[in-house]
């Protein structure tokens, strides 16, 4: 008996005839609309050409920064200045066999023959190889960022931006010609932040410097916040989107908030009940302003953030030291949804959850507050950063599909820094091609190609293209 078996083949994922067909018939011919990733949009402005695949692969990846200190890998080799990016990649190909049954053996094969054609197995003997033949392919336009949106069909990135910033790079982008169309996403996290005066008065400094409203009051914050609000959706932007362990459980009058706002105005910093109040009347108010201007708001909940205290000072927020978070949810939640729902200013919604006990409360919820005027209102977002790997994917599939429609879902999106993290969107067209189609060789979706085909074309695509109300591309 012979051993030998491709790794990653022509069908891997695709265990049956349905499957193959629904994946190389339809899913595969969809373009990628990326409603919610990190890019850098400054790199996507000057059509950045990346100096090695040190750069383009690892730098800022705490995905692989993770596995890569549980391998044994001395920071030195992962984040440190005084390593060659030669000995990164290195110390990076040493540990990928030590990877198996990790997401990011499969990712990081995908992304050398996706992007570089190369088809080797990346360990310490293929390295100098991979090396020198990913570099030279960086060098031609296929692998600048421009070249690989075009080659990856991605008609539309939505980037994560705050509200003081000032969408030059967008507006740059959006006279560049690139056939992708690039839009900002409001992400007010330092808003919140009373508990923090140091980050909190700065930022909204800047914001008085951006928006031209001087931000004394918590009314001119709330004026501030709706004239930049309305600046992104000058610039096309549609979506915000929020980063909380939980929504807060609690009530704030406007009077409480403008108390807590002068407190950390003036340098002192708002005690854990007052930031919950305040955090919770500038949610409320964000959600009235996404109703107001037609925009879908985003909840990322769960993460309990920068759990490493000695590599958060080293290298920042972001460093690969995060974790599921074990919050209570539903209850705030209900209240936050149901409060703005009452008055009418419910925005579409995308909930996000990154502890899998929440699944099945998360994907309850949203059908409390679905009311006939969108399909698909709210939505139970797809498997987010430590859930976007087979298994978790496969449980949020399900969770949806038992208790919503999953033939509403928006799909797929990249959530990452890294350019080439478009191979995500086959690795999940592939699964979910190989759960719809087991289940119509199985006899519990009807075996109608027309059907169910479209189904998988509106989950790869069609559904964000007509739920987010963002102009496509058309590449």
Not at 29 to 35: E, G, L, N, T, V
Not at 82 to 87: E, F, L, N
Not at 383 to 403: P, R, T, V
């Amino acid at each position: 008996m012979s051993l030998s078996q491709p790794y990653l083949p022509e069908d891997f994922l695709l265990t049956t005839a349905w499957s193959r067909k629904l994946y190389f018939d339809h899913a595969i011919k969809q373009p990628i609309y990326d409603y919610h990733c990190h890019l850098p949009p400054d790199q996507i402005a000057g059509n950045k050409q990346f100096a090695n695949l040190t750069e383009i692969w690892l730098g800022g990846d705490h995905y692989k920064w993770r596995a890569l200190r549980a391998a044994g890998v001395p920071e030195d080799l992962i984040t440190g200045k005084a390593s060659s990016d030669y000995d990164k990649l290195l110390a990076f190909a040493r540990a990928v066999p030590q990877l198996v049954r990790n997401p990011l053996h499969h990712w990081s094969h995908l992304e050398l023959r996706r992007f570089f054609g190369i088809d080797l197995l990346i360990n310490e003997a293929n390295a100098p190889k991979i090396w020198e033949a990913a570099n030279a392919k960086l060098r031609t336009p296929a692998l600048s960022t421009h070249g690989i949106l075009t080659s990856n069909r991605v008609n539309v990135v939505c980037t994560t931006d705050d509200p003081a910033d000032t969408l030059e790079h967008h507006l740059a982008i959006a006279k560049s010609g690139l056939g992708t169309r690039v839009y900002p996403t409001f992400r007010p996290d330092k808003a919140m932040v009373v508990n923090a005066p140091a980050v909190f008065n700065p930022w909204c400094d800047l914001l008085s410097q951006r928006s031209g409203i001087e931000v004394k009051s918590l009314a001119t914050l709330l004026e501030a916040l709706d004239q930049r609000h309305g600046f992104f959706h000058s610039v096309g932007g549609r979506l915000s989107d929020h980063g909380l362990e939980a929504l807060p459980d609690v009530d704030c009058t406007e009077r409480e908030a403008a108390a807590i706002f002068n407190q950390a105005r003036s340098g002192t910093a708002a005690t854990p009940d007052q930031t919950a109040k305040f955090v919770w009347f500038i949610m409320v108010y964000l959600g009235r302003l996404d109703a107001k201007r037609g925009w879908t708001k985003q909840l990322h909940l769960g993460a309990l953030r920068n759990n490493n205290s000695r590599l958060l000072k080293r290298l920042g927020a972001d460093a690969g030291v995060d974790s599921i978070g074990d919050f209570p949810q539903t209850r705030a939640l209900s209240r936050y949804l149901d409060t703005l729902d009452r008055d009418n200013q419910l925005p579409k919604i995308v909930l996000y959850n990154l502890n899998p006990a929440d699944n099945y409360a998360f994907s309850t919820m949203i059908g409390n507050f679905q009311d006939g005027t969108i399909p698909g209102k709210l939505q139970f977002g797809s498997g987010w950063w430590f859930l976007d790997q087979k298994e978790a994917m496969e449980w949020q599939i399900n969770a949806l599909s038992q208790l919503g429609l999953l033939s509403r879902f928006v799909g797929m999106l990249t959530d990452s820094r890294s350019f080439l993290s478009y191979v995500r969107h086959e690795y999940f067209r592939r699964l979910l091609c190989s759960m719809i189609g087991a289940d119509v060789e199985a006899g519990l979706i009807p075996a109608d190609e027309a059907e169910v085909s479209k189904l998988i074309r509106d989950i790869c695509y069609d559904n964000a293209a007509g739920y987010f109300g963002l102009q496509a591309g058309t590449l």
